[in-house]
């Protein structure tokens, strides 16, 4: 039987590299991008966009958006800059998702958060990232209290270096990753159940994604 997965934030960088890897492994992948001229973009990896504005969703709409699928991705982000965006998208719109996702039945859910989220991310207010590692952590946080599957990935910085295929996920500092490395844990952790319950933390390293992920 086809998985069938949604993968919010379908035009990012990371997700046009998972997008074909989750097409080639046999899913039907619905990426949800905001922009319609990135429509040909998601095509062109065998994913089919779909156009909304997950921010400006409600519950119910959200819910319809999450409907029918097995497998819930996130993977977008607001980008930075504007911190009322950031917390509308990055915390309060995948918070939603999440939500949906329980009321929809869609219980396998991934995360994409990055290397030093949680409650103790240590940015101080008037850095421009903290609302971003704010909304992060408040995320994450419902996640892992959510009657859900679900797998936390938080990469370490990311990179446009050529993926390797090996990461390294006992680390305790976070160093780098290349994101076509990020986009094969993705695909990896899809298919991995030893992956559900789990915040996976990983740079670059010397391990087999698979055999690296698989606890």
Same mark, same amino acid.
């Given at each position: =039987?086809?998985?069938?997965?949604?993968?919010?934030?379908?035009?990012?960088?990371?997700?046009?590299?998972?997008?074909?890897?989750?097409?080639?492994?046999?899913?039907?992948?619905?990426?949800?991008? #905001?922009?319609?001229?990135?429509?040909? &973009?998601?095509?062109?990896?065998?994913?089919?966009?779909?156009? +909304?504005?997950?921010?400006?969703?409600?519950?119910?709409?959200?819910?319809?958006?999450?409907?029918?699928? &097995?497998?819930?991705? !996130?993977?977008?982000?607001?980008?930075?800059?504007?911190?009322?965006?950031?917390?509308? *998208?990055?915390?309060? @719109? +995948?918070? #939603?998702? =999440?939500?949906?996702?329980?009321?929809?039945?869609?219980? #396998?859910?991934?995360?994409?958060?990055?290397?030093?989220?949680?409650?103790?991310?240590? *940015?101080?207010?008037?850095?421009?990232?903290?609302?971003?590692?704010?909304?992060? @952590?408040?995320?994450?946080?419902?996640? #892992?209290?959510? &009657?859900?599957? !679900?797998?936390?990935?938080?990469?370490? @910085?990311?990179?446009?270096? &050529?993926?390797?295929? =090996?990461?390294?996920?006992?680390?305790?500092? $976070?160093?780098?990753?290349?994101?076509?490395? *990020?986009? $094969?844990?993705?695909?990896?952790?899809? +298919?991995?159940?030893?992956?559900?319950?789990?915040?996976?933390?990983?740079?670059?390293?010397?391990?087999? *994604?698979?055999? @690296?992920?698989?606890?």
């Amino acid at each position: =039987m086809t998985t069938r997965i949604l993968l919010i934030g379908g035009h990012g960088k990371v997700a046009l590299l998972t997008e074909p890897l989750l097409v080639e492994a046999g899913h039907h992948v619905t990426a949800v991008i #905001r922009n319609p001229d990135h429509e040909a &973009d998601v095509e062109a990896t065998g994913a089919t966009p779909l156009v +909304a504005d997950v921010q400006s969703f409600d519950a119910e709409q959200m819910r319809n958006l999450v409907s029918g699928n &097995d497998v819930v991705i !996130w993977s977008a982000g607001a980008g930075g800059g504007d911190p009322e965006r950031t917390y509308a *998208v990055d915390r309060d @719109a +995948a918070i #939603r998702s =999440m939500d949906a996702a329980v009321a929809a039945g869609a219980r #396998r859910y991934l995360m994409v958060s990055y290397f030093g989220a949680g409650p103790d991310h240590g *940015v101080p207010e008037d850095n421009a990232f903290f609302a971003y590692a704010e909304a992060k @952590a408040a995320a994450d946080e419902h996640l #892992r209290s959510a &009657d859900l599957d !679900w797998t936390i990935l938080a990469p370490s @910085a990311l990179t446009l270096d &050529d993926g390797t295929g =090996m990461i390294d996920t006992t680390a305790e500092e $976070a160093d780098s990753v290349p994101r076509a490395d *990020v986009a $094969a844990v993705i695909a990896a952790a899809v +298919a991995d159940d030893a992956t559900i319950g789990r915040t996976i933390r990983f740079n670059s390293g010397e391990t087999p *994604v698979a055999e @690296a992920i698989s606890g």
